[in-house]
């Protein structure tokens, strides 16, 4: 199976806008250049309702979402959904009685789909803080490879962080790190011997 195809490599960010009744749909969704933007209706859709009919329809159109912004929300609220985004879980912030602090919870048929349950009411910057080390425990090898990743981010001193972020993103979506990595290395196999034959002389006949 080839994990760097196109569809993979491109990601978009998505930004959320909250509507009005007066909008046609529940959630309308449009593309600007890079970036999609969803407006939801608060009174037919909740936010987290919103995000994750969202992303889903995106994601059956084979789009990687890198990132979701929320536009005109709770700071807070703001910056834990796209530190989660991030990550892939959707957030779900539930009333339910079974959820009692945050947690992440991954999909035991796909690792690839998580969710991270906040009790309501809970404090949102803790929830935040409390995130990458619930992923750790939801995805521990996933995880272990991130922080590869961001220490060779350090170590290159940011010469080549988009490559990585790609190579993050993959492992994420796939949940097949040694494969990511095996395809990425033959990749620059691939370059550095063309770069190679490119650059030696010719031989005169």
């Known amino acids: 199976m080839t994990i760097l195809t196109r569809e993979r490599l491109f990601a978009a960010s ?65 910056a834990l959904y796209r530190a989660a985004s ?49 992923f750790a425990s939801a995805r521990p090898e996933v995880a272990r490879h991130l922080n590869r990743i961001e220490q060779a981010k350090k170590d290159s001193g940011g010469k080549i962080d988009r490559a990585l972020d790609v190579v993050a993103m993959l492992i994420l979506k796939t949940d097949d790190p040694d494969g990511v990595w095996d395809e990425v290395l033959q990749l620059l196999d691939q370059v550095e011997t063309k770069q190679a034959t490119a650059d030696t002389p010719a031989t005169a006949a």
């Not at 806008?17 to 970036?35: E, S």
């Not at 608060?42 to 990132?67: G, M, W």
């Open 86 to 134: 991030k990550l892939l879980p959707d957030v779900e912030i539930t009333s339910g009685p079974r959820i009692t602090e945050p947690t992440v919870k991954v999909c035991s048929q796909d690792p690839t789909q998580a969710t991270y349950f906040i009790p309501e009411g809970w404090d949102l910057s803790d929830a935040l803080d409390r995130l990458p080390a619930l």
């Open 14 to 78: 998505l930004h959320l806008r909250q509507g009005d009744a007066q909008q046609a749909k529940a959630v309308m969704l449009r593309r600007d250049g890079d970036r999609f933007i969803a407006v939801y209706d608060p009174e037919r859709a909740s936010l987290d309702t919103a995000a994750v009919l969202t992303r889903a329809l995106l994601s059956s159109k084979r789009i990687t979402i890198s990132e979701v912004i929320l536009e005109g929300h709770d700071p807070d609220l703001t």
